[in-house]
């Protein structure tokens, strides 16, 4: 794993659990038990380095899950002191390492920057995040003139995705783009 790779976010250490050299890990994967497996290599960046400083590897030497929650044992790690300082260090993947899904399915960072237009070729704006609350993500669009808007992740509105050209198209039912250019108005 090298620092020119496009990395992912899988991770994030939240403290140290025990005296060990243990520690909680809010997982920001959907694959945890793949992740978070003994042998895995991550790539841990500390909290002091911030979202873009160097990164470290890391191996997982074993693993426990509490409530759905790993509790990861880094090799090299074997005492509270020494797990203390990795508080709050960010673990990340190289992006090529990641599975392939099913056709239609996208990892949602992929969706973070495309433009979105709807069928007719109107520019709607570009996708800053996706919420995921209910049924369908939500894909936060924003023009820099107008108040966000909230398209739901469906493929009866999104008819089109894709990532590698940067582009989605939408055909939004009746009402949708209006509700939300009311809503911050």
């Given at each position: 794993m090298t620092e020119d790779d496009?990395?992912?976010?899988?991770?994030?250490?939240?403290?140290?659990?025990?005296?060990?050299?243990?520690?909680?890990?809010?997982?920001?994967?959907?694959?945890?038990?793949e992740r978070f497996a003994p042998g895995a290599q991550l790539l841990m960046r500390?909290?002091?380095?911030?979202?873009?400083?160097?990164?470290?590897?890391?191996?997982?030497?074993?693993?426990?899950?509490?409530?759905?929650?790993p509790i990861v044992r880094f090799m090299g790690v074997s005492s509270v002191e020494q797990a203390e300082p990795l508080a709050r260090a960010t673990l990340?993947?190289?992006?090529?390492?990641?599975?392939?899904?099913?056709?239609?399915?996208?990892?949602?960072?992929?969706?973070?920057?495309?433009?979105?237009?709807t069928v007719a070729g109107e520019a709607v704006g570009r996708?800053?995040?996706?919420?995921?609350?209910?049924?369908?993500?939500?894909?936060?669009?924003t023009d820099g003139r107008h108040p966000e808007l909230l398209v739901p992740l469906a493929e009866a509105i999104c008819v089109r995705i894709d990532p590698s050209a940067r582009r989605i198209v939408i055909d939004p039912p009746e009402g949708l783009l209006d509700v939300n250019l009311t809503r911050g108005a």
């Open positions: 496009d990395l992912v976010l899988v991770g994030r250490v939240a403290k140290p659990h025990g005296l060990r050299g243990d520690v909680f890990i809010n997982s920001e994967t959907d694959f945890p038990d500390s909290a002091a380095a911030g979202e873009t400083g160097p990164t470290q590897p890391v191996t997982v030497d074993a693993v426990r899950f509490h409530n759905g929650r990340w993947v190289p992006a090529k390492s990641r599975a392939p899904l099913p056709e239609g399915q996208f990892y949602h960072d992929a969706l973070i920057g495309c433009d979105v237009e996708v800053t995040r996706i919420d995921n609350f209910g049924s369908a993500p939500l894909l936060a669009v």
